[in-house]
Every structure is written in structure tokens, then in C-alpha cells.
């Protein structure tokens, strides 16, 4: 079974910042499998990057996602007020099929 | 629009059942696969079962395999899962989540329901 290990556990910045999230595997993963969320407290999950880069429906440009193998980022150009909140990567393992979550990164206001 | 709204959670004893429903609409609910996802209070996410769109496949994590089952009744755009057994560390929001499928599966889950709260306590 994969583990995801995220980090670091929570990131504190201010608004304007630039949020560097990172995601390792604790074996390779394909890029195609790689997704983000955004959860914030109150709430359900919220589909940010597919595929290890691809932006889902409605997300703006300032989250990027990039990353192969076992290393995966996921960066927020200039951190806005309601972007601090709980960031979980994902992955999906064919064999057998499971899906795996990372333990999460809180950003918060410094 | 597109929503996925759960229903069903409460307060059970252990080693009690419970079925949680998840009613979906403003897509074409029989063409994806869908997902239980949950997240015990303060912890982060857990996926739980998955359902193929037709219903031919299913599959379970390690801690619920043999004591859930995931089915779906594509004439009531309606997606299922029965918790037997249940223990203290079931307890948790359960999400219900649709499947991302863009020319090919992206194993990513795009919309999910608000979630239904389960608590397993004597």
C-alpha cells in the first residue's frame, strides 16, 4: 500500500504569499493519479488539481500542481484570504484498487 | 446543479447497522463510479468504497472489508452503504463522492455531498 507523507504539517503565512505544499509517496506513483483538495473547517472537500497539474472546473490560476514519481507539490502563487484552510493530497493505486489520502497541511495566517 | 446530499447518519451502538443513502442529481448519475469517503472528527480523510457506474465492481478498505457493503439503485439515482458491526472507530463524517472521469479515469473524486455525521457509542 502507497503512503503519502505531506508537509510540512501546517505552513503559516500572510496574505500575498507564495504556499509551497509538498506531497512524497512512499513509492511511485503515475502523475495521472495524483489529485489536491482543499477542506476548510465546516466543510466537505474540494477538488483543486487532477493529474498531478490539471486545475478542476473553477479554480483559479494562483494553485498549480506539478510533481512525478514520488514528489509532488502543490503551489499557491499569492495566498488569498479564503485560501487558508486544510490541503490533502491523493492518490489512486490499481493493484488492487484503493485510494489513499495524505495526512493533510494546514495553511493558516501568520 | 450538481449535488450529492446524504442522509442517514446517527448515533448507534456497537456492533449495531446503519444505512446511509446518498441522493444524487443534475448529472447522469448510472454513467459514474462513486465513493464513500470518510473523515473521523479532527483526522483527515479516509476512503472507504468505491462502486463501478454499473454496480459490477465494488471495492473496500482494509478496516470496513466484510462489515460494509457499497451498492447503488441507478433508477433512483441513489447510491448506498450498509455499516454492520460497527465499532467506536467508525465514527465520522461519511462523504459520498462522485468519480472524475475527463477521456479516461483520473482516480480524483470532483463533487462531494456535505456528508452525514455516524457515532458508534454506548
Known amino acids: 500500500e502507497i503512503v503519502l507523507t505531506q508537509s510540512p504539517g501546517t505552513l503559516s503565512l500572510s496574505p500575498g504569499e507564495r504556499a509551497t505544499l509538498s506531497c512524497r509517496a512512499s513509492q511511485s506513483v503515475s502523475s495521472s493519479y495524483l489529485a489536491w483538495y482543499q477542506q476548510k473547517p465546516g466543510q466537505a472537500p474540494r477538488l483543486l488539481i487532477y493529474?498531478?497539474?490539471s486545475r478542476a472546473t473553477g479554480i483559479p490560476d494562483r494553485f498549480s500542481g506539478s510533481g512525478s514519481g514520488t514528489d509532488f507539490t502543490l503551489t499557491i502563487s499569492r495566498l488569498e484570504p479564503e485560501d487558508f484552510a486544510v490541503y490533502y493530497c491523493?492518490?489512486?493505486?490499481?493493484?488492487?484498487?484503493?485510494?489513499?489520502f495524505g495526512q493533510g497541511t494546514k495553511v493558516e495566517i501568520k | 446543479q450538481v449535488q450529492l446530499v446524504e442522509s442517514g447518519g446517527g448515533v448507534v451502538q456497537p456492533g449495531g447497522s446503519l444505512r446511509l443513502s446518498c441522493a444524487a442529481s443534475?448529472?447522469?448519475?448510472?454513467?459514474?463510479?462513486m465513493h464513500w469517503v470518510r473523515q473521523a472528527p479532527g483526522k483527515g480523510l479516509e476512503w472507504v468504497a468505491f462502486i463501478r457506474y454499473d454496480g459490477s465492481n465494488k471495492y473496500y478498505a482494509d478496516s470496513v472489508k466484510g462489515r460494509f457493503t457499497i451498492s447503488r439503485d441507478n433508477s433512483k439515482n441513489t447510491l448506498y452503504l450498509q455499516m454492520n458491526s460497527l465499532r467506536a472507530e467508525d465514527t465520522a463524517v461519511y462523504y459520498c463522492?462522485?468519480?472524475?472521469?475527463?477521456?479516461?479515469?483520473?482516480?480524483?473524486?470532483?463533487?462531494w455531498g456535505q456528508g452525514t455525521m455516524v457515532t458508534v457509542s454506548s
Open positions: 493529474g498531478a497539474s
Open positions: 463522492a462522485k468519480y472524475l472521469v475527463v477521456l479516461y479515469p483520473t482516480g480524483a473524486f470532483d463533487i
Open positions: 443534475g448529472f447522469t448519475f448510472s454513467s459514474y463510479g
Open positions: 491523493q492518490q489512486y493505486g490499481s493493484s488492487p484498487p484503493s485510494w489513499t
